[in-house]
């Protein structure tokens, strides 16, 4: 396991002791996933948080006519659940699958809750990571209410540039809640003005 990324990740806002690093690692498992299979299925309980170490996941909902609307990409880097069902313990709203072979670290929710009691710094971490993810969301649903189509995949390029040329038109386009052709058309139209 090569935990050099995810204590880099962790360094960005508190500091551990060796004693402290060896627990936390201790605690993580490491899963490797082909592309196409599930690490979460909706309705499946949510028992794990993912920290990304190679590859692209994506978090999506399946509505009762069988639409899916993609709430998030992950990449290297990031972590990603289903929060609210995560941290309640409840059957998962959404669906995280990986979009190519990726290598994942998981933290299960009660060796979480184990990791608060014997190195409760890690409470300020995981509370940091919420909160950015909260105000990611906050931004987001802004951008919807606000931004044209052609300005929200603007932004998405700018949020996900590692990440655009690896997912399939199809699935941007579920994430900013448009249709694959409308997408084909906004990426002509930028295409031809970058020429120009």
């Given at each position: 396991?090569?935990?050099?990324?995810?204590?880099?990740?962790?360094?960005?806002?508190?500091?551990?002791s060796n004693?402290?690093?060896s627990y936390f690692l201790s605690l993580l498992k490491e899963k490797k996933i082909q592309k196409k299979e599930t690490i979460l299925k909706q309705e499946q309980l949510c028992r794990e948080i993912s920290f990304v170490q190679s590859g692209v996941l994506r978090a999506f909902y399946l509505?009762?006519?069988?639409?899916?609307s993609t709430i998030m990409f992950a990449v290297p880097d990031w972590w990603i659940t289903d929060m609210f069902c995560f941290i309640h313990?409840?059957?998962?709203?959404?669906?995280?699958?990986?979009?190519?072979?990726?290598?994942?670290?998981?933290?299960?929710?009660?060796?979480?809750?184990k990791l608060y009691i014997k190195?409760?710094?890690f409470e300020k971490f995981f509370r940091i990571m919420m909160q950015n993810a909260y105000i990611r969301e906050q931004l987001r649903t802004i951008e919807n209410?606000?931004?044209?189509?052609?300005?929200?995949?603007?932004?998405?390029?700018q949020k996900y540039p590692l990440a655009a040329e690896r997912i399939t038109q199809?699935?941007?386009a579920s994430y900013l809640g448009i249709t694959p052709e409308?997408?084909?058309?906004?990426?002509?139209s930028k295409q031809k003005s970058e020429g120009s």
């Amino acid at each position: 396991m090569n935990e050099s990324l995810i204590l880099k990740n962790i360094s960005r806002h508190i500091s551990l002791s060796n004693e402290e690093t060896s627990y936390f690692l201790s605690l993580l498992k490491e899963k490797k996933i082909q592309k196409k299979e599930t690490i979460l299925k909706q309705e499946q309980l949510c028992r794990e948080i993912s920290f990304v170490q190679s590859g692209v996941l994506r978090a999506f909902y399946l509505d009762p006519s069988g639409k899916e609307s993609t709430i998030m990409f992950a990449v290297p880097d990031w972590w990603i659940t289903d929060m609210f069902c995560f941290i309640h313990q409840k059957p998962a709203m959404l669906t995280i699958e990986a979009l190519e072979e990726s290598t994942v670290l998981q933290l299960q929710k009660e060796n979480l809750d184990k990791l608060y009691i014997k190195v409760p710094k890690f409470e300020k971490f995981f509370r940091i990571m919420m909160q950015n993810a909260y105000i990611r969301e906050q931004l987001r649903t802004i951008e919807n209410l606000s931004l044209t189509a052609e300005e929200r995949y603007h932004a998405f390029l700018q949020k996900y540039p590692l990440a655009a040329e690896r997912i399939t038109q199809k699935q941007i386009a579920s994430y900013l809640g448009i249709t694959p052709e409308f997408l084909s058309t906004i990426k002509t139209s930028k295409q031809k003005s970058e020429g120009s």
